[in-house]
């Protein structure tokens, strides 16, 4: 039997924003093995892990994220009684363990991936890599941030590989 998608988080759509440049919003879905959540005086923080059998998959707004365990921290609003709050302000992003992140033509994989959204920013460290499809251009280094909406990336100790120049 499957399980129905989580999706009460639209506010991750944010960690797509922190990624992407504006895209039209979409709902945002989480599917993993286990869910937990809990309240921290205004603060939600919500983890998803990983099983055997099943990895943490967010899909949202342009992007598509893959890892073994993800941690999500929000502001929320509203009734604090509530299982499941109103969230106001996406605060932060770990995915952690074999990380994949889609996001139009490039392809993003590390152990670690913050999504700053305050920032507008992406780091990934632990073995990173950036593939842009779109050009053929490969770029792996100690630590990889890219930022919101001007396709910029920086590289730590890069590395790069392309196609050919003529």
Known sequence: MKRPLFTPLVCVA???AAFAADPAPQKTTIDSAHFEMQT?????HFVFKR???KRVTLV???IRIVCDNLEIAALGVGDSTTTVPNLEKFKHLLATGNVLIVQGDREARCGRAEVFPRDNKIELTETPSVVDRGTGWKGDGEKITMFRGDRRVVIEQSKFEGPEIK
């Open 14 to 16: 944010l960690a797509a």
């Open 40 to 44: 921290v005086g205004t603060e939600k």
């Open 51 to 53: 099983d055997a059998q």
């Open 60 to 62: 949202g707004t342009n």
